[in-house]
Every structure is written in C-alpha cells, then in structure tokens.
C-alpha cells in the first residue's frame, strides 16, 4: 500500500506540471469536467484494484511455490531481463484481448472513455480489469518468476506507461521505434480508422511490430481520442458498469447458449442487437456540459475530499475488516457519483449532493466512524462540512445549467 501513497503525489505533481506547460504554450490539452472525472476514476480504482491485485499476487505466488519449473536467483541479472520481457509480451495481450473480446473490453473501455488525451487520462482505471487480467501472467509464475520481481516489474511498468498519455511530447525518431511513446500512445487512444485497435505495447512497442497491430502518428490526419460509441456522461459509476449493462441486455436477447456465449467473447462491434447506437463521426462535437462560475471551485474541494478519504482507506485497510472496508470504499464511490449529477446538470443535483454532505461528513464531524478520529479531523471536517453547504448554496442560486451538450469541434 505505501507505494501506491507513495505514487498519488508524484502523478498528481506531473498532472499539474503539464496543465502549467499546456497553459504556457496555448494548448488545450484539459476540460475541467473530464479531467476530475478522471482523477476520481483513478482515486477509486486504487482503492478497489489494490484488494484484487493482492488476490491475484496470492495466486500468482501459490502456483510459483507449486508448479514453478525453475529456481531463480534474486541476484542474478538474467531473471530481471526474463521477467521484464515476459512481463511486457503478456501485457501486449492482455492489452490486446481487452480490445478484441467484448466481456474484456466491458471493462477496459473506461481508460478510453475520455474525448481528451492528457496525464489525466492515464489514472482513468478500470474498477474490474484486475477479476480478468492476472490470468494472462501465470506463464511467469509457472517458470518460476519470484513474486518480488514480478511485482516490481508490474509496478515499473505501470509506472512508465504514466507518461505516455500526453499530448506534449512530439515524435521522437527511433524511441518510437522501439517503445511505447506518447506518439505510439496517442494513436491508441484514437477513434481514426487508421488507430483502432492499435499499438497495444506497455513498455516496448516492437510487439505491436511483431503481430502485425502497429501504426504509426499522422501528421496529416490528428489523432482525435474518445471511443466510437461515446460515454456521455461524467459519472465514473456509470462510465465503469455502462458497457457491463449493454452486454447483459444483449446477453438476454441472444438465443440459446452458443449465441450468448458469442455475445460474451466476439470482439466489440461484431454482434449487432437493438442495443447498438451510431458510431461518432469524427468532426462530431465532444459530450461538453456547461461549467458555472462556482463548479470548480466545489468541484476541486469534493475531489480533495475523495483523495483524502481513498488515501485514509490505503493507510488504514489493513486494520479493517472487509465489511467496514467494503463499506468505506461504498462511501467514497457515492461521493464522486453524487458530484457528476451537479456536472451533468441533473434535477435535484445540488440538493441531494447537499443530503450526502451531511450524511458523510455528519459522522465525521460527531466522531461517529470506523475508528476513533483525533480532534483535528473532526475540525477539519467540520470546515470541509461549512465550506462545502455554502458553496452548494451557491451553486443552487446560480440555477442548475441545461444537461445538453455543447458544440465543440472534436479537433
């Protein structure tokens, strides 16, 4: 847990740092509204992925101790090379599969819900992914791989894959050659005909070379991001579960086993039901909702309110039992689903966002929780609690803005 604590301020720092850059060189690289959808996406997916990783390590580490066929050296060079090898061809099909299997790509689709393309994006985390994709690394623990240094390979490639979800970096000659860059990235992200389903690598992009699914930035053609069937919408619930329900209604429709089965593991796209909607046009306009003068500021203080709790949970999780975990995990998800409805200009937003600050930061504030709170906390609770009903109150007298999307070019 301590590494991820470890890593929220460091990401956070480079988010802020190429926000600051962007702003300097005239670019819009950020929208408010996409981009605290992403940070909350990325704030919960920690809470709920870092549960789920330590199962899927569990395993890992029980079918090294039983069917591992070899014995490395931690000391040895060559297990850190075999391992970083390994680990980067079976996360390019991983990646691969979470693009060409509809029940994958039901939860892998999240990270590409966002019609922008910033470090922002790169938190934006499927809640599920970790349920499907230990599968795809138990070849490592089978030849024997230690848990340690699977772990920290996994760690250093997520760590590297951070940066190259920006769009400041240009072409880098013969690095996008070899590994992934952001160049190689940014045509991942997109929805052009000639980016689907490309450029699947983590670390080294030599795979995508090899298996025949590279392509490469045109500078004729600009990247535009988003997923064909956009999101529309800036709830991170509904953004991690919204495929998930098309899949089951399409489930439902399909007749007879082998049909639904098909439903389940055809590649997206393939099986065509009621449910389907028209693909974007490219020069369609983005999914854009009106931002009013005191959003931002409310906006900034509820996700700093859901960092410090997703943060206060990493510490604390240990020392919990899975009710309470489960329970606080479900408090803070409610918080980022309730400040979405204020975004989306939905009817009654302002005063049920209203209700849950009293039903969350209540308990704070009387001491009421899973644990004994020092004052402190209650305190600052309290303030969070005052500052945040005023700035509500004025967001209720500002009027609720009008849910439907502005025009805004896709490029």
Same mark, same amino acid.
Not at 132 to 157: C, Q, R
């Given at each position: 847990?301590?590494? %991820?604590? #470890?890593? =929220?301020?460091?990401?956070?720092?480079? /988010?802020?740092?190429?926000? @600051?850059?962007?702003?300097?060189?005239?670019?819009?690289?950020?929208?408010?509204?996409?981009?605290?959808?992403?940070?909350?996406?990325?704030?919960?997916?920690?809470?709920?992925?870092?549960?789920?990783?330590?199962?899927?390590?569990?395993?890992?580490?029980?079918?090294?101790?039983?069917v591992a066929a070899f014995e490395w050296d931690l000391k040895n060079p060559a297990v850190w090379i075999v391992a970083f090898f390994m680990y980067d061809f079976f996360y390019y099909w991983a990646h691969r599969s979470g693009h060409e299997v509809n029940l994958l790509w039901a939860s892998h689709v999240v990270h590409h819900s966002s019609?922008?393309?910033?470090?922002?994006?790169?938190?934006?985390?499927?809640?599920?992914?970790? %349920?499907? #994709?230990? =599968?795809?690394?138990?070849?490592?623990? /089978?030849?024997?791989?230690? @848990?340690?240094?699977?772990?920290?390979?996994?760690?250093?490639?997520?760590l590297y894959q951070f940066w190259s979800h920006t769009r400041l970096v240009g072409k880098l000659g013969w690095a996008d050659r070899i590994f992934v860059t952001p160049s190689n990235h940014r045509c991942h992200h997109g929805r052009n005909d000639y980016c689907i389903d490309k450029n699947y690598g983590g670390?080294?992009?030599?795979?995508?070379?090899?298996?025949?699914?590279?392509?490469?930035?045109?500078?004729?053609?600009?990247?535009?991001?988003?997923?064909?069937?956009?999101?529309?919408?800036?709830?991170?619930?509904?953004?991690?579960?919204?495929?998930?329900?098309?899949?089951w209604r399409d489930m439902r429709h399909a007749k007879g086993l082998h049909a639904k089965l098909h439903v389940v593991?055809?590649?997206?796209?393939?099986?065509?039901?009621?449910?389907?909607?028209?693909?974007?046009?490219?020069?369609?306009?983005?999914?854009?909702?009106?931002?009013?003068?005191?959003?931002?500021?409310?906006?900034?203080?509820?996700?700093?309110?859901?960092l410090a709790l997703v943060i206060e949970l990493l510490r604390v999780a240990p020392d919990l039992s899975w009710p309470a975990r489960l329970a606080f995990t479900c408090m803070i998800v409610l918080n980022t689903a309730g400040l979405s409805r204020i975004f989306e200009g939905r009817a009654n937003a302002v005063k049920l966002e209203a209700g849950r600050c009293l039903v969350m930061l209540g308990p704070l504030v009387a001491g009421v929780w899973f644990y004994p709170l020092p004052p402190v906390v209650r305190v600052g609770a309290l303030g969070v609690l005052v500052v945040s009903m005023a700035l509500l109150y004025l967001l209720q007298r500002d009027g609720t803005p009008s849910a439907e999307t502005h025009a805004m070019e896709a490029a």
């Open positions: 847990m301590s590494l %991820i604590l #470890y890593a =929220i301020p460091f990401f956070l720092a480079f /988010i802020a740092l190429e926000y @600051v850059i962007s702003k300097r060189k005239a670019q819009q690289v950020y929208r408010f509204h996409d981009a605290v959808t992403s940070l909350n996406i990325g704030f919960i997916s920690e809470t709920i992925r870092s549960v789920l990783k330590l199962m899927s390590i569990f395993v890992y580490a029980l079918v090294v101790e039983q019609e922008e393309f910033n470090l922002s994006t790169a938190l934006r985390q499927s809640w599920t992914n970790q %349920i499907f #994709y230990w =599968i795809f690394y138990l070849p490592m623990a /089978i030849v024997g791989i230690p @848990v340690k240094v699977f772990v920290i390979i996994a760690l250093l490639s997520a670390t080294l992009i030599i795979w995508d070379r090899m298996f025949g699914t590279y392509t490469e930035e045109r500078d004729d053609e600009p990247v535009i991001y988003g997923t064909l069937t956009p999101l529309n919408s800036w709830n991170p619930v509904w953004g991690n579960f919204k495929n998930y329900t098309t899949l593991f055809a590649p997206p796209g393939l099986v065509k039901t009621s449910t389907d909607q028209t693909p974007l046009a490219l020069n369609t306009q983005r999914f854009e909702t009106p931002v009013t003068r005191w959003q931002p500021i409310y906006g900034w203080l509820a996700s700093g309110v859901v």
